[in-house]
């Protein structure tokens, strides 16, 4: 249930109810809501603090006439059989609904890079006739002359056509799926298949110099090296699914590079109908419902302190500061602000948490007079570049969401599409928030305008654009941080305070929150000595 701030008591822990522990969590975002539903469904009772004015963190939605559009968070890995993920999305009866890239996927080339690389289409459809004979190949070819000679700056291109393409990356990467012999798990656990050595070798070198530089692989065991020649298209493609996690070809190591190409390009993602926030939401509701969770918005922690029985969380609550006693704390707020009311942490894991480095994001939704695109999940922009005058090309659009695909029943007639605009670049990091809004907001825009043109939408249905700032929005793992176990030293558990954050993981993704969550739960779970019994007995 949501609780109103000013009836919040100081309450020591297990009081009246038997052997129960209590927990606070500290962050309401999907890592702390995961972790709370998983000690509550072992028995815990649970407080849930979170700063902003509502819970979601990163991963929410607003509702435009019924239509859902995601303010950050927008798509994921499908899920894996057996998963955390699917186990969730089951429960809350979400498993079958979302689009999947696999059917429903446009990539938006940049004119001049496709007219520019011809000869690298050309010889990819030349060692594939078959695909010569498709209707859609030839649909391309028509669209890429078009465009070239209207000035057009985009031409659409269904995902399936980069097939002829991309078949040697993508025989390579068919050999590292999370279900196959090899995959690069982030975290890395010695069951992934890759020896550990082979992981450090992979998180030393940048994913540019692994996929690009061929004799830096030289080292590694044949089946981990990339094929010899990757063209410029490929290269664009790479490049483009890097920046939308924040990543850069010469930031990003081999391995984490590779964990992402593996689920994010090869792979199928999938959207539900108000992206990430739509699993945020039924975790908020379902856990409000339960008469033994309460979840406060507007509460920000101040401190947490060790007691003889347990710990007391000290907040923020409009202008007083309130206090809770509780057995064990989960926090799931990033470690950069971890770190502000956690004094007592050992210097090596302050060090540690203070080394994370966080990318700024930006999500540009745009409300529509009437839906557009329907039948598409949406798409990546390959290629593109920000035009000569654009003062926040820093940010600009790498992929598009449709939002309207599905809208809720008796939708009126209006349609959505969500822009994903992340700041890669290590220098422009703070620009986001130092920019003037009205600037950013004409700029995507102008983008959202430039991209309906580009699917044969008229640009004149866009009706407004609402903008999403998220300074330090994504956790951004540089080379070397996996190999040097910066977030396994980052999140340890310190006497019954447990880490859940997408930084606990070390990759900013849907999957890394909620396995945080669940990681933290368990080590949680370990460090209550009096109440092990009793979690362990209501998780079986």
Same mark, same amino acid.
């Given at each position: 249930? @949501?609780?109103d701030p000013?009836s919040?008591?100081?309450?020591d822990?297990?009081?009246?109810?038997g052997? %129960?522990?209590?927990?606070i969590?500290?962050?309401?975002?999907l890592?702390g809501?995961?972790?709370?539903?998983?000690l509550?469904?072992?028995?815990?009772?649970?407080?849930?603090?979170e700063a902003?004015d509502?819970p979601?963190?990163?991963?929410w939605?607003?509702?435009w006439?019924?239509?859902?559009?995601?303010?950050a968070g927008?798509?994921?890995r *499908?899920?894996?059989?057996?998963?955390?993920?699917?186990r969730?999305l089951?429960?809350f009866? #979400?498993?079958?609904?979302?689009?999947?890239t696999?059917?429903?996927?446009?990539?938006?080339?940049?004119?001049?890079? @496709?007219?520019?690389?011809?000869?690298?289409?050309?010889?990819a459809?030349?060692?594939?006739? *078959?695909?010569?004979?498709?209707?859609?190949?030839?649909?391309?070819?028509g669209g890429l002359?078009t465009?070239?000679?209207t000035?057009?700056?985009?031409?659409?291109?269904a995902?399936?056509?980069?097939?002829? =393409?991309f078949?040697?990356?993508?025989?390579?990467?068919?050999r590292?799926?999370?279900?196959?012999?090899r995959?690069?798990?982030?975290?890395?656990t010695?069951?992934c298949g890759?020896?550990?050595a082979?992981?450090?070798?992979l998180?030393?070198m940048?994913?540019g110099?692994f996929?690009?530089?061929?004799?830096?692989t030289?080292q590694?065991?044949?089946?981990?090296?990339?094929?010899?020649?990757?063209?410029?298209?490929?290269?664009l493609?790479?490049?483009?699914?890097?920046e939308v996690?924040?990543?850069?070809l010469?930031?990003?190591?081999?391995?984490?590079?590779?964990?992402?190409?593996?689920?994010?390009?090869?792979?199928?993602?999938?959207? #539900?109908?108000g992206?990430?926030?739509a699993?945020?939401?039924?975790?908020v509701?379902h856990?409000e419902?339960?008469?033994?969770?309460?979840?406060?918005?507007?509460?920000?922690?101040?401190? =947490?302190r060790?007691?003889?029985?347990?710990?007391?969380?000290?907040f923020?609550?409009?202008?007083?500061?309130?206090t809770?006693?509780?057995?064990?704390?989960?926090v799931?707020?990033?470690?950069?602000a971890?770190?502000?009311?956690?004094?007592?942490l050992?210097?090596a894991?302050?060090?540690?948490?203070?080394?994370?480095e966080?990318?700024?994001?930006?999500?540009a939704?745009?409300r529509?007079?009437?839906?557009?695109?329907?039948?598409?999940f949406?798409?990546?922009?390959?290629?593109?570049?920000p035009?000569?005058?654009?003062?926040t090309?820093?940010c600009?659009?790498?992929?598009?969401v449709?939002?309207?695909?599905?809208?809720?029943?008796?939708?009126?007639?209006?349609?959505?599409?969500?822009?994903?605009?992340?700041?890669?670049?290590?220098?422009?990091?703070?620009?986001?928030?130092?920019?003037?809004?009205?600037t950013?907001?004409?700029?995507?825009?102008?983008?959202?305008?430039?991209?309906?043109m580009?699917?044969?939408?008229?640009p004149?249905?866009l009706?407004?654009v609402?903008l999403?700032?998220?300074?330090?929005?994504l956790?951004?793992?540089?080379?070397?941080?996996?190999?040097?176990?910066l977030?396994?030293?980052?999140?340890?558990?310190?006497?019954? =305070?447990?880490?859940?954050?997408?930084?606990?993981?070390?990759v900013?993704?849907?999957?890394?929150?909620?396995?945080s969550?669940? %990681?933290?739960a368990?080590?949680?779970?370990?460090?209550?000595?009096?109440?092990?019994?009793?979690?362990?007995?209501?998780?079986?």
């Open positions: 249930m @949501l609780a000013d919040i008591r100081i309450e822990p297990c009081q009246n109810a052997d %129960r522990p209590r927990i969590v500290v962050g309401a975002g890592a809501l995961s972790a709370a539903l998983d509550h469904d072992r028995g815990a009772r649970i407080d849930i603090l902003s509502e979601g963190g990163n991963a939605y607003e509702t006439r019924d239509i859902r559009q995601p303010t927008s798509c994921f *499908s899920p894996l059989p057996g998963g955390h993920v699917e969730l089951e429960r009866n #979400l498993a079958t609904d979302w689009r999947s696999g059917s429903a996927m446009q990539v938006l080339f940049r004119t001049g890079a @496709l007219l520019g690389n011809l000869h690298e289409v050309s010889a459809f030349l060692r594939h006739p *078959s695909w010569l004979l498709k209707p859609k190949v030839w649909g391309l070819t002359l465009a070239a000679l000035g057009r700056p985009l031409v659409p291109a995902k399936a056509l980069g097939e002829p =393409i078949t040697e990356l993508y025989r390579f990467l068919d590292l799926g999370p279900n196959k012999d995959f690069p798990a982030v975290p890395w010695p069951d890759i020896a550990r082979e992981m450090e070798a998180d030393r940048t994913i110099q996929l690009f530089e061929p004799s830096t030289r590694l065991p044949e089946d981990l090296r990339p094929p010899r020649r990757l063209g410029r298209l490929v290269r493609a790479v490049t483009t699914t890097l996690e924040g990543l850069l010469d930031n990003c190591s081999a391995y984490v590079g590779l964990h992402f190409l593996v689920g994010y390009l090869h792979g199928d993602l999938v959207a #539900l109908p992206g990430n926030g699993v945020s939401k039924a975790l509701d856990l419902s339960q008469p033994d969770v309460t979840l406060s918005t507007e509460a920000r922690v101040r401190g =947490i060790a007691t003889d029985r347990g710990y007391r969380v000290a923020q609550s409009g202008n007083r500061t309130r809770l006693n509780c057995d064990g704390v989960i799931a707020t990033p470690k950069e971890a770190l502000a009311f956690l004094p007592d050992p210097t894991q302050r060090e540690a948490m203070a080394e994370i966080y990318s700024d994001y930006a999500i939704n745009a529509l007079k009437r839906p557009v695109w329907t039948e598409n949406g798409g990546y922009f390959i290629g593109d570049k035009g000569k005058r654009a003062k090309g820093f600009r659009a790498g992929g598009v449709n939002a309207g695909w599905r809208a809720l029943p008796g939708t009126k007639e209006a349609g959505g599409l969500s822009c994903l605009k992340p700041v890669p670049q290590r220098a422009d990091q703070g620009k986001l928030t130092n920019t003037d809004e009205t950013l907001r004409a700029e995507a825009e102008a983008e959202i305008r430039r991209t309906l580009a699917i044969g939408a008229d004149s249905v009706d407004d609402r999403h700032l998220w300074p330090h929005g956790v951004s793992p540089r080379p070397g941080q996996i190999a040097d176990d977030f396994v030293r980052a999140s340890a558990p310190f006497g019954a =305070i447990a880490f859940a954050n997408q930084d606990s993981i070390g900013g993704c849907l999957e890394a929150a909620i396995e969550g669940h %990681r933290a368990a080590q949680l779970t370990q460090a209550i000595p009096v109440a092990t019994s009793n979690l362990t007995r209501q998780a079986g």
